[in-house]
């Protein structure tokens, strides 16, 4: 069961091995109930607690998160297969430092709506779509691939569910300009390292950038690709905005 436990993704294609699962499958599905139950009993015994107890919760998850990436990349590292595509440079990535300065700087809103607009939407779509498949459930990277994105949603739901996380209509345009300012940074970094951070330089398979790659950048090149990304990306946030205010309303 854990003979490819530490196998890493570099030595999965030398090998030509096909060891990895399918989305959807169960395994897959039982993750993802796994995820939204652990998150329901979570969040219900944060916001139970008093204000100096969810303080400390949260920079303990903010800590946690960051020595469980740390742990990651020296595992990678001693198998000798560190490559800067390994980086917190995704979407998700970048939630670790916006979650812990969310968790140690508290009078500010900017972390909190990106935390509800771009991290949370974009964890529960890596789950749903994940770009880990070649790995096999009993091994560390999909375990820490499956987990880490749940951090987000966890942090998330404990912060919502208590009332301290309130979704406001300009938060959609900070959240958007932040993402778009990370932009050109980010596929110049791709350029240079042969990255795909933000799938900017590509669009991620089984994703539903697919279409936006084969329709956008065939006829309009990186730009036409990009800037469907970024429409993309805006129709979202308002279809998120909608999902959070009639749960607001339901409330």
Not at 33 to 40: D, K, W, Y
Not at 89 to 107: N, R, S, T
Not at 171 to 199: D, E, Q, R, S
Request: aromatic residues 18%.
């Amino acid at each position: 069961m854990f003979k490819y436990f530490f196998t890493n993704e570099h030595s999965i294609e030398a090998l030509g091995l096909d060891i990895g699962f399918r989305l959807y499958s169960v395994g897959h599905i039982l993750w993802l109930i796994f995820i939204i139950a652990s998150g329901i009993v979570i969040s219900s015994w944060y916001k139970k607690q008093s204000t100096d107890i969810r303080r400390i919760v949260r920079r303990i998850f903010a800590l946690f998160m960051a020595i469980t990436e740390a742990v990651r990349d020296l595992l990678i590292a001693f198998t000798g297969c560190f490559a800067m595509e390994y980086l917190p440079l995704h979407l998700c990535g970048l939630a670790l430092f916006f979650i812990a300065a969310d968790a140690f700087i508290e009078k500010q809103k900017l972390t909190r709506q990106m935390i509800a607009y771009a991290f949370m939407p974009g964890a529960v779509s890596a789950l749903l779509f994940c770009n880990w498949t070649i790995y096999p459930f009993f091994n560390y990277m999909n375990i820490h691939s499956f987990a880490f994105h749940a951090y987000i949603i966890w942090y998330f739901l404990m912060r919502y569910r208590a009332g301290e996380i309130m979704t406001e209509y300009k938060g959609i345009w900070k959240t958007l300009a932040v993402i778009v300012a990370l932009v050109p940074p980010m596929f110049m970094l791709n350029k240079v390292w042969g990255t795909n951070f933000m799938f900017l330089n590509e669009s991620s398979a089984g994703s539903p950038l697919v279409p936006l790659w084969n329709i956008f950048y065939t006829r309009f090149g990186y730009v036409g690709y990009i800037l469907s990304e970024i429409a993309l990306v805006t129709i979202v946030l308002h279809a998120v905005y909608g999902i959070y205010k009639l749960i607001e309303r339901r409330k």
